[in-house]
């Protein structure tokens, strides 16, 4: 198994968002779905989830519920806002347009 | 943004409501990956703890969540808080010392505060009241606020379209008699028909009088004051006499309504007489107020008034010469105008001694502080930010602040009562003075400035200098209490600075009340009753004959055995002001353009009246029993009328009529009296012309109101008894009075300044008092602190008296650094007082060299304890102190 790449910074509020962006989760979900898709590549500490997570609430980009999980036992729910969809939005396209031209400087060499 | 605010509220209160959420989240979290290990076959214990690991410290993720909230601030200030009354609560002895002193600065500066706004700021009880103005003429710099003549109050009213009405009124004393025929002697004012208008004011029940009925000259029309006709003995429509003449009540005002003075009952028409001749336009005698139109500007105002001068010196340039036009005054500022210099003093002396209590704290905080260096300095290095134990420190300080401001609301109205009960002017019943919100408004805005101030120096010096130092074994706390040290003397010096600008300024209000006892009033006062008597038409239809009477109580009163002398006048110096009334020197052409008519306070007066009041005859004679009716009429002037209007000539001998002169006696000018200042000892004696009463030259001035004075040495009651008794004697059931000393009439007089110099005084001895016991504490402190040193400088040979010298020079150094902030500042800040102050520059040396001298001595006094004890050290002990 390759090493875990640490996240950069800042970087956990839009993995989250995009996560949400497929459908409304738990916390624990979330940390498992980022898992699985970066095919375990990214080391998420699983602890910072959720303080990011009341703090994308109080940004009024996600709505919490509680509601039964699939085992029927209570977890609260995350789901985006509209505002949150309209920011992972951005914060993708300002990603994509970073990373680009941070690939265009390194093939320079 | 809304979701921002709405979380962090839903944060704030159902706190622990979100904890236990959180936990659950977190539960929840654990068991599904604990579920995640299990089913990959590993046993559940392990499964447990991998779960653990990976999620990290849940204390850890608990605090961040909390931070991530965003209640964090309010949350520690709740913590400080709490901490904070637990201290306070722990040394109750400080706690309350602090906190009374701190009650007694803030209800002070409340109760002042009270006074001010209730004067100087609240508006005038009118509906928009800001547009009402007082209207005078200005006479040149002179007179710079002289009253209307007819003319003038009939063209403005013309001419001045900014104005929606102009009304004239005036003031006199009365006796009404009502239907069932009590008679009571009230305040009256004669108004125009406008001045309600005006006002805006209209009766409660019935209505006011219209034009046509004021200028008419038929029956007269009363309105009544609201409690004038309470009691149901008089309705609109019935009759009562005022003056004994029958007047018709046509209206009753609404309750509480007063224009200047409360105690007006009766208000009847004012008869302007705007008929256009040059003596008409020259008699001065209207005071006048008006109401600027809605939407119309103060330039607006100007300018018209500036086309009415140019009209006015146009058309009649004989008397309207350049400096001769008409001006306004706001009308709040015509009526407390006076009031507001000292006022405005007092309110900020009362900060300055709020100012002084603060740093006073703000000393004994730093010494508290040291012996909390320790334990700020566990909490710093546990990991607390600096500001952190700053916030806890101005915590404390803002409980202590907002405890004393609470106490001191409290203590506000009492204060407010005791400075109400001495203040000089009449305030009006109808609008009290009270704590109201906005005086609380106030006190809390001071208590948080007052914690702020207390917190800041004492919290810097507390957590500065180099905590962590504090921690080790074997500090010496050398650099940190001469931190405190420098700390307490900065304080102290800020304090002595502003006592001295307090000292500086009572002071100078006190050599200035001083100057105004020794002005010279032109009358002995002392030993000296005064009561007024009034003969009405009713009780004798003649007016010589109700003359004659009044005389002939006179020579009663003066013949009693104990009275040295007794005369009568009919207006009394200091107690009534009234308008000049012009006149004509005969052989004299018309006055010269540009200075006024010559016009003098007309009196009517008995022979003895001058040697009762003591008014020293200067040139000539005084009358004399001959000076009967039916003899030659003469008059006797004062000083400053022979010097106004006879300048380098002669005016004895010299004969003056009245307006109209056609039917006006000629009165011959045969003495000059020394001048009286009648309108008090700040103002200059006006001119005055006083006739025999007897002899009576003009018609409408009848005599029958006259004011006696009685010259006795015996004590008041005595020769108030002899009074009445003498008066019975001849006319028996006539009342006097107001029976009362003239030295309460002259002190009365200096009320204003009285107070004034009083209250501040009394604020100057406390700051005083306050910065001299901090000086005491500053040096005691440091004497403490100093033992060592001191032990050394005396083990190696230094005597008592250098010792001696080396405290006492540390507090002399400090009171000569106060000095040096104090005096500049004020003589700055004094420049201010010139309002207040007569006699006495702001700059007097003299009073400087007092407060120098005064904070000179105290500060060797306050050295001196400190000073002993330094030189009671023994340097084996001091060598062994920490």
């Not at chain 1, 970073?98 to 400087?105: G, H, I, K, R, S």
């Not at chain 2, 013309?158 to 929606?164: G, I, L, Q, S, Y």
């Not at chain 2, 404390?396 to 609301?409: K, R």
Request: aromatic share 6%; proline share 6%.
């Amino acid at each position: 198994m390759p090493d875990r790449l640490d996240l950069p910074q800042g970087t956990l509020d839009l993995l989250i968002l995009k996560s949400l962006s497929l459908g409304a989760q738990h916390g624990w979900a979330i940390s498992e779905r980022i898992q699985q898709v970066s095919r375990d590549t990214l080391q998420i500490p699983q602890g910072s989830l959720y303080p990011a997570l009341h703090r994308l609430e109080r940004r009024g980009l996600v709505r919490a519920e509680w509601g039964a999980s699939d085992n029927n036992r209570k977890a609260k729910y995350y789901e985006l806002t509209r505002a949150g969809r309209r920011q992972l939005e951005a914060e993708t396209t300002a990603w994509e347009r970073l990373t680009a031209a941070v690939q265009l400087v390194l093939r320079m060499a | 943004m809304l979701s921002d605010l709405r979380f962090r509220l839903r944060a704030l209160f159902q706190r622990s409501a979100m904890e236990r959420e959180l936990d659950a989240e977190l539960r929840f979290h654990l068991e599904r990956e604990t579920e995640k290990y299990v089913r990959t076959g590993i046993s559940r214990e392990e499964a447990e703890r991998r779960a653990r690991i990976a999620l990290g410290g849940v204390e850890r993720i608990k605090d961040d969540a909390r931070d991530a909230r965003g209640t964090q601030l309010i949350d520690s200030l709740a913590q400080d808080l709490r901490y904070a009354a637990r201290r306070l609560g722990s040394t109750p002895g400080f706690t309350v010392a602090t906190v009374l002193t701190l009650a007694l600065g803030i209800g002070a500066n409340a109760a002042v505060f009270s006074i001010v706004n209730g004067v100087l700021l609240r508006p005038l009880p009118f509906p928009d009241s800001e547009r009402l103005v007082a209207v005078y003429t200005r006479l040149g710099s002179d007179f710079p606020y002289f009253a209307l003549s007819g003319p003038e109050f009939a063209d403005i009213g013309n001419r001045v379209n900014a104005f929606d009405g102009i009304a004239g009124y005036g003031f006199a004393p009365g006796t009404l008699t009502r239907e069932n025929g009590e008679a009571e002697r009230v305040l009256t004012m004669r108004v125009t028909s406008g001045f309600f208008h005006v006002l805006g004011v209209q009766p409660a029940r019935g209505r006011a009088f219209t034009d046509e009925e004021a200028q008419g000259s038929e029956s007269c029309l009363a309105l009544l004051a609201h409690d004038a006709s309470g009691r149901g003995s008089t309705a609109i429509g019935s009759t009562i006499r005022l003056d004994d003449a029958p007047c018709h009540v046509i209206g009753t005002m609404p309750e509480g309504f007063a224009f200047r003075n409360d105690q007006v009952k009766v208000w009847t028409a004012l008869r302007i007489n705007g008929e256009e001749t040059p003596i008409n336009r020259g008699s001065h005698s209207i005071a006048a107020i008006a109401r600027v139109r809605a939407g119309v500007s103060a330039e607006q105002v100007d300018a018209q008034l500036q086309a009415l001068r140019a009209y006015w010196s146009e058309q009649y340039p004989d008397h309207h010469a350049t400096e001769h036009f008409a001006v306004t005054r706001p009308l709040h500022e015509d009526f407390v105008g006076d009031q507001r210099d000292a006022l405005l003093l007092l309110g900020g002396a009362v900060v300055f001694v709020l100012l002084i209590v603060c740093v006073n704290l703000a000393a004994l905080l730093i010494s508290n502080g040291q012996a909390r260096r320790r334990e700020f300095a566990v909490r710093h290095a546990l990991g607390a930010h600096r500001r952190r134990l700053i916030r806890q420190l101005i915590a404390e300080a803002m409980l202590l602040a907002v405890i004393g401001g609470v106490i001191g609301i409290v203590l506000a109205n009492m204060l407010l009562a005791g400075l109400l009960a001495f203040y000089p002017q009449r305030l009006p019943v109808s609008q009290p003075i009270t704590i109201d919100y906005v005086a609380v408004l106030y006190a809390c805005a001071l208590v948080i400035a007052a914690g702020f101030l207390i917190a800041f120096v004492p919290a810097l010096n507390t957590t500065g200098g180099r905590l962590q130092e504090t921690l080790r074994a074997d500090s010496r706390t050398g650099t940190a209490s001469r931190r405190a040290v420098a700390a307490r003397s900065v304080l102290v010096v800020s304090q002595l600075a502003l006592s001295v600008i307090l000292l500086v300024g009572a002071v100078l209000l006190i050599r200035s009340y001083q100057q105004l006892q020794q002005v010279d009033l032109g009358i002995e006062p002392d030993h000296v009753l005064i009561f007024g008597l009034f003969i009405p038409a009713g009780r004798q239809p003649d007016a010589a004959a109700a003359r004659r009477t009044l005389a002939a109580i006179e020579d009663r009163l003066a013949a009693t055995p104990g009275v040295v002398t007794a005369g009568a006048v009919s207006s009394l110096p200091l107690a009534a002001a009234g308008p000049p009334d012009m006149f004509a020197i005969e052989g004299r052409p018309e006055p010269p353009p540009g200075a006024p008519a010559p016009g003098a306070r007309y009196l009517m007066a008995t022979p003895r009246m001058f040697a009762a009041l003591r008014i020293p005859l200067k040139r000539g004679r005084l009358f004399v029993d001959g000076d009967a009716p039916g003899r030659p009429f003469v008059a006797v002037i004062n000083e400053t009328a022979a010097r106004l209007y006879w300048p380098g000539d002669d005016p004895i001998g010299r004969t003056i009529r009245y307006y109209p002169q056609e039917t006006s006696p000629s009165i011959q000018i045969v003495g000059i009296v020394g001048d009286v200042r009648s309108m008090g000892p700040r103002e200059p004696a006006p001119p005055a012309i006083y006739v025999p009463l007897l002899q009576a030259p003009r018609p409408p001035y009848e005599g029958r109101t006259m004011t006696f004075i009685v010259r006795a040495p015996n004590r008041p009651a005595a020769v108030s008894a002899s009074a009445r008794a003498a008066v019975a004697s001849i006319d028996v059931g006539l009342p006097l009075a107001n029976v009362r000393p003239m030295s309460e009439i002259v002190s009365a007089a200096t009320g204003q300044p009285r107070f004034t110099t009083l209250v501040m005084s009394f604020f100057a001895g406390v700051a005083f008092f306050l910065a001299a016991l901090g000086l005491y504490g500053v040096l005691a402190y440091s004497v403490e602190q100093r033992i060592r040193e001191i032990g050394v400088r005396v083990a190696l040979g230094a005597g008592k008296r250098e010792i001696l010298r080396l405290i006492i020079g540390n507090g002399m150094g400090l009171a000569l650094m106060g000095v040096g902030v104090g005096v500049p500042a004020a003589l700055t800040l004094t420049r201010l007082m010139g309002g207040t102050l007569s006699g006495v520059t702001s700059t007097d040396p003299l009073t400087y060299i007092a407060v120098v001298t005064m904070l000179a001595t105290s500060t060797l006094l306050a050295s001196y304890l400190p000073a002993r004890r330094a030189t009671r050290v023994d340097p084996i002990i001091a060598m062994r102190t920490e």
